[in-house]
């Protein structure tokens, strides 16, 4: 099946989920809406919330808006407890795109992703709703904003791959990799199997630096507005132990034992989720409950310094302390119809928070 194909009927799926009919009708967009709002920041710092009230306080200006998700493990179906997905009842009150298009045995790319989210967004300015795009990936985001183009594929040259990865092991391409590409191995986590097999094969196709596709940030969509949330490290670890417990304590091992019966092991995407990962390992008889709960904390936290370090390099974006105490307040201030928009000087830097 092409990517077109494939990107066609992913977005059928999340139509269908919102309830939507897709009757082939020629959409015509009206760009009426100021604004596509970007919320960023790591994981456990409260974006999810911040979006939700966000979106409520348009709503009480007249300004309707929803949630376009931007974090590649909320598209999979049943993966909820572990990713802290908004429930039922919070979608129910505030309409959210690209969750649970996809089963867990499953993969998708970040090219296919980017359409979605794309498409997501052109829906919400069609109607003359805000779109809140929402995610803790640079990658990601930036695919969804920017004027960010994807290298082909060669079949041939990923079922390779793939076959090096399980004969020769994750950390084997990774230091093949790093050997070809420091930069790009820098910017991509040593477990993440199906991002390094993307980042060679490009290597490969291209005969250049992985790294050397990353465009420049400049904004494919327009009127964008990022905000992100700034928390000092210490504050943030603290965080990441108590969602963690938090999953533990809502029955996240029980979530991944039915998810790995439905396959969740044959995804090179959903298996590498962060928990999922290490609760299969503990599944498999590799390691203890404990230390499957311990590792998904350091973890987590490694991944969190990781997401600091690739968002504080983008200039545009303006950052709030997440416990402020009117924080809902001052990112409207920023992004609501006649808010300043883009990063400011004097908005801090996650680092410069911690100085």
Known sequence: ???????????????????????????????????????????AVGKSSLAAALA?????????????????????????????KPSEVERSAIRHHVIDVLEVNQTTTVAEFQQLARAAIADCQARDVIPIVVGGSALYVRAIVDDFEFPGTDPAIRARLESELSSQGAEQ??????????????RILPGNARRVIRALEVIELTGGKFSAVLPDRRYRLPDVVQLGLAIDRAALDARIAARVDAIWA????????????????ESLTASRALGYRQVLRFLDGEISE??????????????ARRQDSWFRKDTRISWLPYDHP???????????????????????SPSEMED
Request: a positive charge; charged letters at 20%.
């Open 326 to 348: 009117d924080v809902v307040t001052t990112a409207y201030a920023l992004a609501g119809p006649h808010g300043t928009g883009a990063g400011s000087p004097g908005s801090p």
């Open 56 to 84: 409520r306080r348009y709503a009480v200006e007249g300004h309707p808006a929803e949630i376009v998700n931007a974090d590649s493990m909320l598209v999979y179906r049943g993966m909820d407890i572990g990713t802290a």
């Open 250 to 265: 809502a029955g996240f091992v029980d979530e991944v034992r039915r998810l790995a019966a439905a396959g969740l092991g």
């Open 173 to 186: 391409l990774y230091a093949r990799l790093s050997d070809a590409d420091p930069v790009a191995a820098t």
């Open 1 to 43: 099946m092409s990517t077109g194909s494939r990107v066609a009927l992913l977005r059928g799926r999340e139509l269908s989920s919102q309830g939507l009919l897709s009757n082939g009708r020629k959409r015509v967009l009206r760009h009426t809406v100021d604004v596509t709002v970007v919320l960023v920041g790591a994981t």
């Open 290 to 303: 404990a230390q499957a709960r311990e590792l998904t904390v350091v973890a987590t936290r490694k991944f």
